[in-house]
């Protein structure tokens, strides 16, 4: 009689697949879905709940064990939003760089739009052409998650104002 205990069942780094882990003797494993390897199923299909992993006896193959494994939640893990202020400068002035921070291994995405749109730069420090509101998420590359709201971060450039100075012109009319 064949033997199969699941062990692991684990999302992939990219979250678009999954692998479950498993001890098995006494004849051949099959899956429904996704390679099966010595001691495990890789490459599962997120989207393909349950896998139907098999052992068929080697000596009868009308003796088998099977057992359905439920997918892991592959959902997206919670990514903080960037941190980071606004500035603030005189026309005139050169046009600094709005900086943000994100956790380690993430990338900073800005945008011109508060939700949707696509990104006009990547980058933890961004030279904008102009005054303006940017937004920002933070973006993990080996998830393809982002945070679930955007920084607003402005550049405010402030008018200078003129002064004007009217001379004033006295007429003296001699009376002669």
Do not use: H, K
């Amino acid at each position: 009689m064949p033997t199969l205990v699941i062990g692991n069942v684990m999302c992939s780094a990219d979250l678009l697949t999954y692998s479950v882990d498993f001890t098995a003797t006494g004849g051949t494993v099959t899956a429904s879905a996704g390679t099966v390897g010595a001691t495990s199923v890789t490459g599962i299909p997120i989207g393909t709940s349950p896998v139907i992993i098999t052992v068929t006896s080697t000596s009868n193959s009308e003796c088998t064990i099977s057992i359905p494994v439920v997918a892991p939640d592959c959902s997206c893990p919670t990514i903080p939003p960037p941190t980071g202020n606004s500035e603030e400068i005189c026309q005139g002035e050169p046009i600094p760089n709005l900086i943000v921070n994100v956790g380690t291994g993430y990338t900073a995405r800005w945008y011109n739009v508060s939700s949707g749109g696509a990104p006009i730069f990547s980058g933890s420090s961004f030279t904008p052409p102009s005054g303006g509101t940017w937004y920002v998420e933070t973006y993990d590359p080996v998830t393809n998650c982002v945070s679930s709201t955007r920084l607003t971060i402005s550049l405010t450039i402030n008018q200078i104002q003129q002064r004007i100075s009217v001379a004033t012109t006295r007429y003296v009319r001699e009376i002669m």
